[in-house]
């Protein structure tokens, strides 16, 4: 079995030495947490960000886009208790410098007691075989509960000192479990601070007359601020959404494990607009809508959990996160929220400006309660390339490479090979080429053996190779091959469209759940 460290080396490796993500401003070694999106990478982005919109607003009746700008006024900030509270615990360790996450420290170590119980099932599968069954085995084994119990115990202590403010508790509980940094072994540990997490900026060219700015640390606010203009203008009644994309920034305290916790990232984000009181029912039907999003991707029920929230934000009466599970375990893809009517109060108070919504049905206005869905764009990507990066053991003792991304989320959808570089048959792969590509992204490869050629594409994750060969001079066909299945058919070059079309459609995802 590949060990967890080492497989997300080769997901990074990977990233890099097939165009997906690069280290940012590397000639100059980098910028910490902070990446680029290679030739491939851009791809796979925004073919993921594109899922998502036609998910949440191409079909939904009563959800719209917008594209908020990143500058705000700085009262949003204010209202929105970013400026007061959007902050982490932080810790140094006074031996090796080096500062984390305080309650990340926490959670990490929950993290190892949990690989313990994951062990404790494979030993137990081994030893049961078929009769194995895990929700009972993980409802009655002692060894399981107790070590459960101390998770639970943990994380309880851990949510209720974060919520009073209670740091010393913090700093407590950190040494009480003997928690060592992870790099140096060192116990030595400061006080717990907190430290606000938004990056500040000037607005103006004049140092008298510039004004403080924030760069924006979630979309959400883009959305709140307009939610009067988007109802009114598009005549939206409750209830109903606001969706948008677009950078985040966050001056994160420990940014590691690549790009999954970045400085500067991108959220997909949307606002539900509902009526005070449905907050609950909402927040099941997106909770489950969500989850069947990310499971029409096929990459696996077993690996998304929910992970409901002991410690609440300052806006939010409930919130969820559904976790995935990355190579470095089960971690945040996205969070559901039940935000209350806090957001828009709070603009009310801080504007002077009436944030409400009058209904017809009832005779009255309110201010709407809000249920948000928060992505970050990046982990899913993350979550999509590492969970497709595959080692595969081939029937010759041979392995290989292959990217299994989703077939719809592919970067370029068919390869097309002419078999030799001779015969006409670079001019006939070329104008299969020139036709598909009014519909997919297509690549074009006439270097070494086809062998040779099927790897690279496996590698890279393209769902399709197409050989032209010296039969296809005579009948029109052509051989296609699959990345996942390695099978291959002739077909005719006509039908190529719609044989890469049913496999790489929204609709032939999307339309299973
Ligand atoms: N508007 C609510 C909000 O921003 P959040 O839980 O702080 O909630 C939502 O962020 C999502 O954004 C997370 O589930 C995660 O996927 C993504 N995200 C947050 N911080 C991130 C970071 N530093 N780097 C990459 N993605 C991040």
């Known amino acids: 079995m590949i060990k967890q460290d080492d497989q997300f080396k ?11 993500v690069f280290q940012s401003s590397e ?3 980098g910028l910490s947490a902070v990446y680029d999106y290679a030739q491939n990478g851009v791809e796979l982005k925004k073919n993921i960000r594109d899922y998502w919109w036609k998910a949440m607003v191409q079909m939904h009746d009563n959800i719209v886009g917008i594209d908020a700008a990143i500058f705000m006024h700085p009262t949003t900030w204010k209202a929105s208790g970013h400026v007061d509270a959007f902050s982490d615990p932080l810790i140094d360790n006074k031996d090796s410098k080096k500062r984390y996450r305080a309650d ?12 313990k119980i994951d062990k404790e099932v494979i030993k137990a599968e081994k030893r049961f075989g078929e009769a194995f069954n895990k929700e009972e085995f993980l409802s009655t084994n002692g060894r399981v509960l107790a070590y459960q119990e101390k998770i639970d115990t943990i994380l309880k202590r851990l949510g209720k000192s974060l919520e009073n403010e209670d740091l010393a ?3 407590a509980l950190i040494e009480e479990l003997e928690i060592a940094d992870p790099l140096s072994g060192s116990k030595n540990w400061t006080d717990v601070k907190q430290f606000n997490l938004m990056f500040d900026t000037k607005l103006g060219a004049s140092a008298e007359s ?3 700015l924030y760069l924006r640390p979630e979309t959400a606010q883009g959305i709140f601020v307009n939610f009067l203009n988007v109802q009114k203008t598009g005549r939206m009644k409750i209830p109903f959404g606001i969706a948008q994309t677009g950078k985040a920034f966050r001056n994160e305290i420990v940014a590691r494990q690549f790009i999954f916790r970045m400085r500067e990232f991108e959220q997909m984000e949307m606002q539900f607009f509902i009526k005070p009181g449905t907050q609950k029912e909402w927040f099941d039907y997106w909770k489950e809508t969500r989850l069947k999003w990310h499971k029409s991707l096929g990459m696996g029920d077993d690996n998304y959990r929910f992970h409901d929230h002991e410690k609440l934000a300052h806006y939010a009466d409930a919130a969820t996160d559904i976790e995935f599970k990355f190579p470095f375990g089960f971690k945040e893809l996205e969070g559901i929220h039940s935000r209350t009517d806090f957001d828009l109060k709070q603009h009310e108070d801080y504007s002077g400006k009436k944030l409400q919504y009058f209904d017809h049905e009832d005779n009255a206005s309110y201010t709407p309660y809000v249920l948000e869905t928060s992505i970050g764009l990046d982990r899913m990507f993350l979550a999509v390339f590492s969970n497709s990066l595959v080692e595969e053991e081939l029937e010759n003792n041979t392995t290989r490479t292959v990217l299994k991304l989703p077939a719809v989320l592919a970067p370029t959808k068919a390869a097309v090979f002419p078999l030799v570089k001779k015969d006409g048959l670079p001019e006939v792969a070329k104008q299969i080429v020139d036709d598909l590509k009014w519909s997919f992204n297509v ?8 062998g040779k050629r099927y790897r690279r594409q496996d590698a890279v994750g393209t769902p399709f190779c197409i050989t032209v060969d010296h039969d296809t001079l005579n009948d029109n066909t052509v051989t296609i091959r699959h990345r996942d299945t ?4 002739r077909v005719k070059i006509a039908e190529l469209k719609n044989i890469i079309d049913a496999e790489v459609s929204f609709k032939s995802w999307l339309s299973t759940i």
């Open 486 to 489: 390695m099978e291959q058919k």
């Open 169 to 171: 508790d913090v700093k």
């Open 10 to 20: 080769k997901v990074i490796s990977h990233a890099k030495e097939y165009g997906y």
């Open 104 to 115: 990340v420290l926490i959670e990490d170590y929950c993290a190892k007691i949990e690989n």
């Open 27 to 29: 000639i100059y070694d």
């Open 443 to 450: 690549f074009y490869d006439e270097k070494d053996a086809v």
């Open 210 to 212: 510039a004004m403080d």
